[in-house]
Nanobody, 118 residues
Framework: VHLVESGGGTVQPGGSLRLSCAAS????????MSWVRRPPGKGLEAIAH????????QYSDSVKGRFTISRDNAKNTLYLQMNNLKPEDTAVYYC????????????WGQGTQVTVSS
């Protein structure tokens, strides 16, 4: 199983980034997928979820209205469009697959750093 994030970097406040997560080694289209972030010195925060078919999404209050999660099951790829970025969005961003009915994350990527700074 591999989940490989890309698209991170440094951006000024108010800017945008698009993260991608390429999946392989498992039936990507069968799983709810999430983006989870870890700000420096803090714990993990799940910020966006999308069901296996892509019809249903959920967001944390901290990113609602600014971030959009999407997926392309034909390409085995998960996306996170991040707009109007704020310094508090600085974190390592991970994609993760929910592999059981309890919402536990069984598959994780290695993470990509997003830094929002002027």
């Amino acid at each position: 199983v591999h989940l490989v994030e890309s698209g991170g970097g440094t951006v000024q406040p108010g800017g945008s980034l698009r993260l991608s997560c390429a999946a392989s080694g498992f039936n990507f289209g069968a799983y709810t997928m999430s983006w989870v972030r870890r700000p420096p010195g803090k714990g993990l925060e799940a910020i966006a979820h999308i069901n296996n078919g892509g019809e249903s999404t959920q967001y944390s209050d901290s990113v609602k209205g600014r971030f959009t999660i999407s997926r392309d099951n034909a390409k085995n790829t998960l996306y996170l469009q991040m707009n109007n970025l704020k310094p508090e969005d600085t974190a390592v961003y991970y994609c993760a697959a929910q592999t059981n009915g309890r919402g536990d994350y069984g598959y994780w990527g290695q993470g990509t750093q997003v830094t929002v700074s002027s």
